[in-house]
């Protein structure tokens, strides 16, 4: 049963039937046969007798239903409603682990009931009740400008607001109440935090426009430990334009991009952008870069409002600019890893607006939320999606879109979007500053792994996608009327094993499910 690997021929099944069009696999000789239609649920059949002298697999494509009747874009009406949602602005978006939704603005109810500047919400979209820290914001008109976890569960407001803990930050506990024990916060006189975001060992990155962090000097950009301590050997040193910093995106090198309004960093030219090593000193590979214009800021080099990095590690860039390095760039921009201009990146991709968030799909697309109603010379309101080249993507269909800004667009692990603002429609639907969008990325057939069958046991490994299901079916006979389904395995990214532990019977036919 040798052949190479994409030799087509036909097989017979140890039932006497033949399969057609045959690509024989890579393990034990499997041989694999792919359907033509869309990938979105992927079938394993497996045959074996107790000898396990067979083995055959037969790989099919299928449609998920729910792809029949919705588009990208529309909003999840049927699984997501979040009543009257906020009275003003909802600027910042963060996911549980659990599914719950952390939102963080500038409102003073959710649903008609008061929840001042944060609030969880089910994955439903209904208020979680037994969650209300906004109590603990203090201040004229506390706002929440960002949104952070850590890995303990443990929740991160950065903002315009006051506790007993601290100014413009504050830590939430596991069930909703001012961590006390946390103590940390910037000075007094007009400052803010921006940004937060959390590394990996749980030290805590903040930008925005401060001169002092625990009392101690800092110029817009400080670390903490996890438990609120000022890093003493992070001192990065923040000149020029209005000098702050509005976005944090973190390489996994341990390096650290920043982005927002500067001239100077360390004493060297940087405007706008820079890289930084984990210490905090100026990373001399990534170019310089010079901005310029912008609707919000004329009379200053433009602004850096987002940061995100690809799978490659370029670098997509959003803010409010008109030109990078002396070209056209409206807006938007990606640059390749060592800070040059991306030139292929479609130098016509951009905005009549500034561009606010900015985040990447695992497909390699691009969402984009802001202040703008044009994107690409097309009419698309506050939101839109690109292809990876920068070209507009046209599955995405927003319809109307939102009727005011969006501040926050985040992604959930199912693939769907959820977009905050201080829109107050989305499409002709009222909805207010929260909302959820369909959103289908077509899963590729998953990779199935070293199957095995001994003591009557049958496995198989699947490489997993995090945020999706996989469920090992089985029929004794083909034309058995139901498949048998075992427990779902969560993918996480990683390989699983995929179990039959009752595989007793003579011959048994298995399939394996994504969803």
């Not at 998920?64 to 699984?79: F, I, K, R, W, Y």
């Not at 603990?136 to 952070?148: E, T």
């Not at 961590?179 to 590394?199: E, K, W």
């Not at 962090?213 to 050997?233: E, H, K, T």
Request: charged share 15%; net charge negative; aromatic share 8%.
């Amino acid at each position: 049963m040798s052949a190479p690997i994409g030799t087509n021929r036909h097989q017979t099944a140890p039932n006497g039937t033949k399969n057609k069009d045959v690509l024989l696999g890579q393990c034990n000789d499997p041989a694999f046969c792919v359907h033509p239609c869309p990938s979105v649920v992927a079938d394993l059949l497996h045959s074996f007798r107790n000898s396990f002298t067979a083995t055959l697999f037969l790989l099919m494509m299928l449609f998920v239903p729910e792809q029949l009747h919705a588009q990208s874009g529309m909003l999840d009406t049927n699984t997501f409603n979040p009543g009257t949602g906020v009275d003003i602005a909802v600027y910042s978006i963060a996911i549980q682990t659990n599914g719950q939704i952390l939102i963080g603005g500038d409102f003073s109810s959710y649903d008609d009931v008061e929840r001042i500047a944060v609030a969880r919400l089910n994955t439903n979209g209904s208020r979680d009740d037994t969650y209300n820290p906004g109590a603990a914001l203090g201040g004229s008109f506390p706002s929440v400008n960002s949104v952070a976890l850590q890995s303990s569960g443990k929740v991160l407001l950065g903002g315009n607001l006051t506790t007993a803990s601290g100014t413009n930050l504050a830590r939430i506990n596991l069930v909703g109440n001012l961590d006390v024990p946390f103590v940390a916060g910037t000075d007094t006189n007009g400052s803010f935090i921006s940004v937060l975001s959390v590394q990996t060992n749980d030290s805590v990155l903040l930008g925005g426009s401060f001169s002092q962090v625990n009392g101690a000097p800092r110029s817009n950009i400080a670390r903490l430990s996890a438990s609120g301590v000022v890093d003493s050997g992070f001192s990065p040193s923040l000149a020029g334009g209005f000098s702050e910093v509005l976005t944090v995106a973190l390489q996994g090198d341990g390096k650290i991009l920043i982005g927002g309004s500067f001239t100077n960093v360390n004493t060297s030219m940087r405007t706008n952008i820079a890289r930084l090593n984990s210490d905090g000193s100026i990373d001399g590979t990534f170019k310089p870069t010079t901005f310029y214009g912008g609707a919000s800021a004329p009379i200053i080099p433009g602004l850096v409002n987002i940061l995100a990095i690809d799978g490659q590690g370029r670098v997509l860039v959003g803010g409010d600019f008109v030109t990078i390095n002396g070209q056209v760039r409206t807006n938007l921009a990606r640059l390749n890893t060592d800070g040059s201009l991306d030139g292929t990146f479609n130098p016509a991709a951009g905005t009549d607006g500034p561009i606010l968030s900015l985040v990447i799909q695992r497909d390699g697309k691009i969402l984009l939320g802001g202040s703008f109603n044009v994107v690409n010379s097309v009419t698309n309101n506050y939101l839109a999606r690109l292809n990876s080249d920068g070209s507009l993507d046209g599955t995405f269909n927003t319809g109307s879109g939102a009727d005011d800004i969006i501040w926050s667009v985040a992604l959930q692990p199912d693939d769907k979007v959820l977009i905050g603002g201080q829109f107050t429609e989305f499409n002709g639907t009222a909805i207010a500053g929260i909302a959820r969008l369909l959103n289908f990325i077509p899963i590729s057939p998953p990779q199935l792994l070293n199957p095995f069958f001994s003591n009557n046991v049958f496995s198989v490994s699947v490489s997993t996608i995090a945020g999706k299901s996989y469920t090992l079916q089985f029929k004794n006979a083909l034309s058995d009327s139901t498949w048998t389904s075992l427990p779902a395995v969560a993918g996480d990214g990683t390989i699983k094993a995929l179990i039959d532990s009752s595989a007793t019977v003579p011959r048994r036919f298995y399939r394996a499910q994504v969803q």
